[in-house]
């Protein structure tokens, strides 16, 4: 599901490419761990960099709750790995 709506982000935006792809990869259990390692880390820096320097350092206040969500449940997916319905299992 978190790869699913990854993608839909993705799909919303010019730019993009690493929600897209990164989303459907995910969804698909492909290169499950490095492709939800490099995610964590664009919505690591989307939140530090894009979204503290408009509202502040709280979610509630600048508006992100989902940066941070995908960023620790990509995290997670990158050290646990994809699960037994992956198309890979490594």
Known sequence: MAGLLFLEHGVQKIAGWIELIGGALILLGLFS??????????????????????????????????????????????????GPWAVNQR
Request: charged share 10%.
């Open 33 to 82: 761990r490095i492709v939800a390692f490099i995610c964590s880390g664009e919505m690591a820096v989307a939140y530090w960099m894009v979204h503290v320097t408009k509202g502040g350092l709280f979610p509630a206040v600048n508006g992100d709750d989902a940066a941070i969500l995908f960023c620790f449940v990509f995290l997670y997916l990158a050290a646990a790995g994809p």
